[in-house]
């Protein structure tokens, strides 16, 4: 396998054009590899405007120790408590890390751009993040989980509900978007945990606009090294073989990115593109960049190694919990040696849907009828 010089020098600056570029200021300060994300985790905001969710949600579940969310219970298989959500808010720094400080890549037009919609919103730090840069535009988060913060900037709404179900009755007058289209849909880090993607992004095209764009960010769900360094890693090697069995049984694949381009080619968008960002699993590079992104990857990889297994290990794979904590632990001591040059690809998939001339609406497809 070739190997990657600019994970081992510094590379030529970036002549890619994506919004949001230099001027985004993250708010991190450089760390310790040992640092506690809830130091880093807070997101800032100060608005009045509280989300009102009905209080059966804040039932949560328990399950292993951990807190699983209670709405649509069982469907979303990782936690939703605070170390869960710590490092969710860490991992949105590494994507702005990957991409050099950006929140997204599709040419968005700032002065159409009016609404948005953030599909599996977490913790709602993107959606925030992206309504305070552009502050005329309208933004919904949807989640399972009721975890986003009570305050939040004024254009920004969320909401709790599940973005299987389809249609998606949810988005309507009653939430302030006229006509359920939206001008840009953005979903992150959703794999193993939609189980039909061509119904979920058949779905995304009933709701975006004509001329709107969509925008995918997936990981690759295999571990690799330039240099058979992997090698070193054996408990690694087997958690990931773990994971990806557990995902495949659950109906949730990890393994999806490279079903994205084809469906939204199937379904009529254009304009698609793709972007591969190389992420080290630990600080292990010789190139500033790709070391401090190793470096806060290292950390949200420790305590994803327990919230991705924590439930799927026994639901599906029957793994006792003795043998699970034993393989996270050892796992997580192969991520401190730097020897184990651990690499995984993330990719940012986008597409335009295109403009319908007189009318200006599309037929709206139904899942049934997708194939």
């Not at 600056?13 to 809830?38: L, R």
């Not at 773990?242 to 084809?262: M, V």
Request: charged share 25%.
């Amino acid at each position: 396998m070739s190997t990657d010089p600019h994970l081992y020098e510094t590379p030529s600056p970036s002549t890619e054009t994506i919004a949001i570029s230099e001027s985004y200021d993250s708010g991190f300060e450089e760390i310790d590899d040992d640092v506690d994300m809830h130091s880093i985790a807070d997101s800032g905001f100060n608005s009045i405007d509280a989300v009102t969710v009905a209080s059966s949600i804040y039932d949560y579940q328990y399950e292993n120790g951990r807190r699983f969310h209670s709405y649509r219970s069982g469907t979303y298989a990782q936690p939703d408590d605070n170390e869960e959500q710590d490092r969710l808010n860490l991992y949105h720094h590494v994507w702005l890390l990957m991409l050099r400080g950006n929140l997204f890549c599709a040419p968005i037009n700032p002065s159409t751009c009016k609404t948005v919609l953030d599909l599996g919103t977490g913790t709602g730090i993107w959606a925030m993040d992206f309504a305070g840069h552009f502050e005329n535009a309208s933004v919904l988060g949807v989640d399972l989980s009721p975890i986003q913060p009570l305050y939040t900037p004024p254009n920004v709404t969320f909401l709790v509900d599940d973005v299987e179900e389809y249609p998606w009755s949810w988005i309507g007058w009653d939430w302030g978007f006229e006509g359920g289209e939206f001008d840009y849909i953005h979903c992150r880090n959703l794999a193993g945990s939609i189980r039909d993607w061509e119904a979920f992004i058949t779905e995304i095209w009933n709701h975006t606009a004509p001329g709107g764009w969509v925008e995918f960010g997936e990981s690759d769900c295999w571990l690799y090294s330039e240099d058979d360094s992997y090698s070193r890693a054996p408990n690694l090697k087997r958690y990931m073989e773990c994971l990806i069995e557990a995902t495949n049984i659950s109906g949730a694949s990890l393994d999806i990115w490279r079903q994205i381009e084809p469906a939204l080619r199937k379904l009529g968008f254009v304009d698609i593109q793709k972007q591969k960002l190389k992420v080290p699993w630990s600080p292990w590079p010789k190139d500033p960049h790709y070391k401090e992104i190793g470096k806060y990857s290292k950390i949200t990889n420790e305590s994803g190694l327990a919230s991705y297994g924590v439930a799927r290990f026994k639901r599906f794979l029957n793994m006792p919990d003795d043998e699970f904590q034993e393989l996270v632990s050892n796992a997580r001591a192969e991520l401190v040696d730097k020897s184990a040059h651990l690499l995984t690809d993330s990719w940012k998939i986008w597409a335009r849907k295109p403009e319908v001339p007189d009318y200006g609406r599309f037929e709206r497809m139904s899942i049934d009828s997708r194939r």
